[in-house]
């Protein structure tokens, strides 16, 4: 820790002994929140990574725990982080200061992974301090008895609440911050983050105290920024994909050069691969490890634990590592593949070098040459100290409905008094009573179409006025299901061997170690006998037994890659922005690789290269179709909307459209007819968005998947029941056979409502797509050519893999060499 100036400010002999014995001096940011916290006042604050934020936000706790030790078990803080792997870190740290101070407090965590022996025991006798998820709060919640273990609570700590707030888990933690206003109304609420676009908007998220001063802005100095480049190949850099098989060889030597990395990916299928590729280039025997989300909880603290011991030379690793772990070790970060956000980027490379006054080092390593541009606009934002990130609107009322139902599992409410309470949460500040009913109605029958079934109701209201859980099972089987993520369904992998055998005896399998979990959708098209990779090694499919795929290691050089449904980061919005000037900008292309300047050369040359706030479409004839392919740049969601929109345009023009493939960057069209003479301005209208919305939402696929997300947060649809559990193919078809139960009988049922309001920023990326077409309204650069241009290559070497079918064409699949393509696009 660095001087702040004031030596120790106010801090309490023991404390200043702590800090001076170590070498450190209190920072001012963490002085100065502090003084907030023990005056009583809620506040942001805003600290570089390495700043010391987590220590700060505990410093008022561990003074007023050890002015006053408690004489009965009561719970004076609760800390919440989006990450388990975070909770249990932040307790080892904090643990340290603790005992050295010997303040004698019980610091405990609670995660999902945690013993139900240990939770019962916390709920028995609450430690000092506890440090859990939002997961795990809004557990308690829905428990009885849950004012009483709140009513001594002083201090609630919320960390990297950026990555939470915009989010549905978000809305769940404001609604649960909300009861714990009302249970303690002495508690101050604490927010902590490195990355904040908005600190105005964050602050009024933490504000839920009813007459109660606005939480308090803390920004701390700027730390020394980043040693932030990007990886020039020495090989050939693809035109598309996203392994980063060509940059393996040079990325193992940036390993071997480091003292620890971590090298970041996108999603866990790339995870999975890079770590093999790595472990082909390790000649040298380096302890390389593997950490993602669906790997078993006992792999990921062994990974975990090897890295606070300093015995590892690098992770690969996803999103689970994202925030605020600190491994003083690790001095380099590798991205692999675009970030897709500034922010995200940042939050990253904070974790080389975790020290507010030593930059941090991160390489960036673009797997395509889209991803070069991506990466070079991330890299002037990240130097620039510009943050992306979306603004969340209202909250969603799946959320809210599951929310009712926790508080009707646990206290009770009345329903006067829980809508002035749920007010508070900033979500749904502006909640109107009539919805408020609605949603009331709807967990109490299921909403007028589904109120003659009895399985939909679920609370009651008591000759009290006190809504409860209708039965003990209800309640259950909330708990059960508490949270706001929605999982694609998934099996346990487990390693098994054979037994029997004997003579005239029949051979078994018998499971063993689990090694994580799989989607059920990716091992449903496996037979037994083929190979997938999964937890850093080979494995072979021998069959399913109950909810376990049992498996055994096998050699196959060429085994496949599960497929994941999540993990996909969008392309911001603030970096498309920025990609889309840059190509614009001849100026800039003098920083990209000479393969790429030549590239946005010959495409200038052969078809056009358009304004930032115009949209290229380009149309050409190959191979008795007809193509158009347009480069909007505003992430796959959206272009994948986009592409359902045209193609039902194009076949009411006569077009016959035959499929579409969409990219981050791009979309490509192909059809029976040319396309070329069609009216551009006209086919990109945004009253696509009106009644070709409509009718294609009606029939879409994604907006079932939509639906059936909303129903299982809200709880019309249950998972997990006591003693079974539903399968991905029960959960579908009873979901969707109520989605086409409500579209017919009532069509303003709320959930629907809920899953069209999700539309827009989820699956289908409406309000992105929308905000996209008014910006290039009559701002259309069509053009006609002969041949395939040079940026169409990326998207047209994916053509086929989102074939589209009507009543008039039949499904295409273009199958052609990436030389090819090449060579008539540059030749």
């Given at each position: 820790?660095?001087?702040s100036?004031?030596p120790?400010?106010n801090?309490?002999?023991?404390f200043?002994?702590?800090?001076s014995?170590?070498?450190w ?9 502090t003084?907030?916290?023990?005056a ?7 600290a ?5 934020k987590t220590?700060?936000?505990?410093l008022?706790?561990?003074i ?12 004076h803080?609760?800390y919440?982080?989006?990450l388990?792997?975070l909770?249990?870190d932040v307790q080892r740290?904090l643990?340290?200061?603790?005992e050295?101070?010997?303040l004698?407090?019980?610091i405990?965590?609670?995660?999902g992974?945690?013993?139900a ?5 916390q ?7 506890l440090?859990?998820?939002p ?7 829905a ?6 273990f ?8 919320i ?5 939470i ?16 206003a ?9 927010g902590?983050s490195?990355?904040?676009r908005d600190?105005?908007?964050l602050s009024?998220w933490?504000?839920?105290?009813r007459?109660?001063?606005?939480p308090?802005?803390i920004?701390?100095a ?9 990886l020039?190949?020495r090989?050939?850099i ?20 480091a003292?620890t990395a ?14 093999q590729e ?5 000649d040298?025997h ?8 669906s ?5 990921r ?5 090897a ?9 690969v ?7 605020g772990?600190?491994w ?7 991205q692999?593949g ?6 995200r980027?940042?939050q990253?490379?904070g974790?080389?070098n975790?020290r507010?006054?030593?930059a ?25 100290g ?5 603004t ?25 008094g829980l ?11 502006h909640?109107?009573?009539?919805t408020w009913?609605?949603i ?17 109701r ?10 409860r859980?209708?039965?003990a ?9 508490v ?12 390693k098994a061997s ?17 090694l994580?979990?799989i ?11 083929d190979?997938?990779?999964?937890a850093?090694e080979?494995l ?16 196959d ?10 993990g ?7 970096l498309?922005?920025r ?5 614009h ?7 990209l690789p000479?393969p790429?300047?030549?590239w946005?050369a010959?495409?200038r040359?052969?078809s056009a ?5 115009h ?20 992430g ?8 359902m929109?045209?193609?039902r345009?194009?076949?009411r023009?006569?077009?016959r459209p ?6 981050e960057?791009?979309l490509?069209?192909?059809a029976?007819e040319?396309?070329?003479?069609l009216d ?7 009253d696509?968005?009106?009644d070709?919305l ?11 998947r ?7 947060i ?7 029941f006591?003693?079974q559990e539903k ?9 969707d056979?109520?989605?086409?139960v ?7 049922h ?8 999700d539309?827009?920023?989820?699956l289908?990326?409406i309000?992105?797509?929308?905000d ?7 701002r259309i650069?069509?053009r ?9 290559v ?25 030389a ?7 030749g």
């Amino acid at each position: 820790m660095a001087d702040s100036g004031d030596p120790d400010g106010n801090l309490p002999a023991r404390f200043r002994d702590w800090f001076s014995g170590r070498g450190w001096r209190p920072r001012a940011h963490q002085l100065e929140l502090t003084e907030t916290a023990l005056a009583g006042d809620s506040a942001l604050l805003i600290a570089p990574t390495g700043g010391g934020k987590t220590l700060a936000g505990f410093l008022a706790s561990l003074i007023e725990l050890s002015a006053a030790p408690r004489t009965r078990p009561a719970l004076h803080t609760l800390y919440i982080s989006p990450l388990k792997a975070l909770a249990v870190d932040v307790q080892r740290n904090l643990m340290q200061p603790a005992e050295e101070m010997q303040l004698g407090l019980r610091i405990e965590s609670r995660t999902g992974d945690t013993p139900a022996a240990a939770r019962q025991r916390q709920r028995k006798s609450p430690p000092d301090i506890l440090l859990t998820t939002p997961e795990q709060l809004a557990l308690f919640i829905a428990s009885g008895n849950a004012a009483r273990f709140f009513a001594d609570l002083r201090c609630v700590i919320i960390d990297e609440i950026h990555a939470i707030a915009p989010t549905k888990r978000g809305d769940l933690l404001s609604l649960c911050l909300a009861s714990l206003a009302e249970w303690a109304p002495d508690c101050r609420f604490i927010g902590l983050s490195a990355t904040v676009r908005d600190p105005e908007g964050l602050s009024g998220w933490l504000d839920v105290r009813r007459d109660a001063a606005s939480p308090r802005i803390i920004r701390a100095a700027p730390g020394a920024g980043s040693d932030l480049s990007i990886l020039v190949s020495r090989e050939r850099i693809p035109w598309s994909g996203h392994s980063g098989r060509f940059a393996v060889g040079e990325v193992y030597e940036a390993i071997r050069q480091a003292r620890t990395a971590l090298v970041f990916v996108n999603t866990r299928s790339q995870a999975e691969l890079l770590f093999q590729e790595l472990w082909r280039a390790n000649d040298d025997h380096l302890p390389i490890a593997l950490h993602h989300g669906s790997l078993s909880k006992e792999q990921r603290r062994k990974v975990e634990t090897a890295m606070s011991a300093d015995v590892l030379k690098a992770v690969v690793c996803t999103s689970t590592l994202d925030l605020g772990i600190d491994w003083g070790a690790v001095d380099l970060v590798i991205q692999m593949g675009a970030p897709k956000g500034s922010a995200r980027l940042i939050q990253r490379i904070g974790r080389a070098n975790h020290r507010m006054d030593e930059a941090s080092r991160a390489m960036l390593v673009p797997t395509n040459r889209f991803e070069v541009l991506e990466c070079r606009a991330a890299e002037d934002a990240v130097k620039a100290g510009e943050l992306d990130g979306e603004t969340r609107g209202q909250g969603g009322l799946d959320v809210l409905a599951q929310h009712v139902m926790g508080r009707a599992c646990g206290e009770g409410f009345r329903l006067d008094g829980l809508y002035e309470e749920v007010r508070r949460a900033a979500p749904y500040r502006h909640l109107d009573w009539e919805t408020w009913e609605r949603i009331v109605d709807f967990v109490a029958t299921g909403g007028y179409a589904l109120k003659v079934y009895d399985r939909f109701r679920r609370i009651v209201r008591g000759p009290d006025g006190i809504w409860r859980a209708r039965t003990a099972r209800e309640a259950q089987q909330h708990r059960m299901n508490v949270g706001a993520i929605v999982e694609a369904p998934a099996l346990n992998v487990r390693k098994a061997s054979f037994v029997g055998g004997k003579t005239g005896e029949r051979r078994t399998l018998r499971p063993g170690r689990k090694l994580g979990e799989i989607e059920e959708y990716f091992l449903s098209t496996l037979a037994p006998g083929d190979t997938f990779l999964f937890a850093g090694e080979v494995l072979a499919f021998l069959g399913i037994q109950e909810n376990d795929a049992l498996v055994m290691s096998s050699s196959d050089p060429e085994p496949a890659i599960p497929y994941y449904a999540g993990g996909k980061f969008p392309l911001s919005t603030f970096l498309a922005g920025r990609v889309r000037q840059m190509i614009h900008d001849p100026a800039q292309w003098a920083a990209l690789p000479e393969p790429v300047q030549e590239w946005f050369a010959v495409q200038r040359a052969r078809s056009a290269i358009p304004p930032p706030d115009h949209l290229l479409v380009e149309t050409f004839p190959r191979g008795g179709r007809f193509y158009l392919v347009a480069y909007p740049f505003e992430g796959r969601l959206a272009h994948q909307t986009l592409g359902m929109l045209l193609t039902r345009r194009l076949e009411r023009a006569g077009a016959r459209p035959l499929g579409f493939v969409a990219s981050e960057y791009a979309l490509a069209v192909w059809a029976l007819e040319d396309m070329s003479g069609l009216d551009m301005d006209q086919l990109f209208a945004p009253d696509m968005l009106g009644d070709d919305l409509e009718e294609w939402l009606a029939e879409s696929v994604l907006m079932k998947r939509t639906f059936r997300q909303c129903a299982q947060i809200s709880g019309l649809i249950a998972r997990r029941f006591p003693g079974q559990e539903k399968t991905g193919r029960q959960v579908s078809f009873s979901t969707d056979l109520i989605y086409d139960v409500l579209r017919e009988h009532e069509p303003g049922h709320i959930l629907l409502q809920a899953a069209r309001a999700d539309a827009a920023t989820g699956l289908l990326d409406i309000r992105r797509l929308s905000d996209a077409l008014t910006r290039i309204a009559g701002r259309i650069d069509h053009r006609a050519l002969a041949r395939i241009s040079p940026f169409a290559v990326p998207v047209m070497l994916e053509v086929g893999k989102e074939p589209v079918s009507s009543p008039d064409t039949q499904d295409a699949i273009l199958s052609e060499t990436e030389a090819d393509l090449i060579a008539e696009a540059m030749g």
